[in-house]
T-cell receptor, first 112, second 115 residues
Framework: QKEVEQNSGPLSVPEGAIASLNCTYSDRGSQSFFWYRQYSGKSPELIMFIYSNGDKEDGRFTAQLNKASQYVSLLIRDSQPSDSATYLCAVNMDTGRRALTFGSGTRLQVQP | SAVISQKPSRDICQRGTSLTIQCQVD?????MFWYRQQPGQSLTLIAT?????????ESGFVIDKFPISRPNLTFSTLTVSNMSPEDSSIYLC????????????FGPGTRLTVL
């Protein structure tokens, strides 16, 4: 069974620190990787996507992908209390259908 | 990205009844999907809504329980049939734009409670 694994947390970091969120996936042939943020009672909001090995930066967010280790991470620099949410990792394990498999999410708490 | 709306935003229904959820997009999109998010859980894909043909269902989901329509490139419906309390969830529509992208954007969701 194709799976995406995340630590459920909560991950607690002080304001201004770097938050590191991790995700592993089971299908070595996966090509597309996504991070979504979900506030309580809201729908998921796309933060970043990454297709190639290495780092991809967008403002305070950096996505890191290592296909050999089947590992993708999200770094949030200068964490703010408004970053407190659940972060969902999603992987396209079936490029023909473009359907996403989601991890269970990591709850991030940024302490003021 | 496309603007996605869903109706209703929430509903409380009786066991044994059916509810149809609508998803409307403000521009044509290639792919539309329906997900379920049960309380405290992550998202599970129910089906891919195909324009002009039958939806493609994931393992564990069947057409008789979750019939889906997609009459055009901007609209889809999901019906939750013969509901039970176990169907209480948030139902989310998502879309993917363009022929070469699998990036998905989500609608606001429909919160369903079955009594």
């Amino acid at each position: 069974q194709k799976e995406v694994e995340q630590n459920s947390g909560p991950l607690s970091v002080p304001e201004g620190a770097i938050a590191s969120l991790n995700c592993t996936y089971s299908d070595r042939g996966s090509q597309s990787f996504f991070w979504y943020r979900q506030y309580s009672g809201k729908s998921p909001e796309l933060i970043m996507f990454i297709y190639s090995n290495g780092d991809k930066e967008d403002g305070r967010f950096t996505a890191q992908l290592n296909k050999a280790s089947q590992y993708v991470s999200l770094l949030i620099r200068d964490s703010q209390p408004s970053d407190s949410a659940t972060y969902l990792c999603a992987v396209n394990m079936d490029t023909g259908r473009r359907a996403l498999t989601f991890g269970s999410g990591t709850r991030l708490q940024v302490q003021p | 990205s496309a603007v996605i709306s869903q109706k209703p935003s929430r509903d409380i229904c009786q066991r044994g009844t059916s509810l149809t959820i609508q998803c409307q997009v403000d521009s044509q999109v290639t792919m539309m999907f329906w997900y379920r998010q049960q309380p405290g859980q992550s998202l599970t894909l129910i089906a891919t809504a195909n324009q002009g043909s039958e939806a493609t269902y994931e393992s564990g989901f069947v057409i008789d329980k979750f019939p889906i329509s997609r009459p055009n490139l901007t609209f889809s419906t999901l019906t939750v049939s013969n509901m039970s309390p176990e169907d209480s969830s948030i139902y989310l529509c998502s879309v993917s734009q363009g022929a070469s992208t699998d990036t998905q954007y989500f609608g606001p969701g429909t919160r369903l409670t079955v009594l």
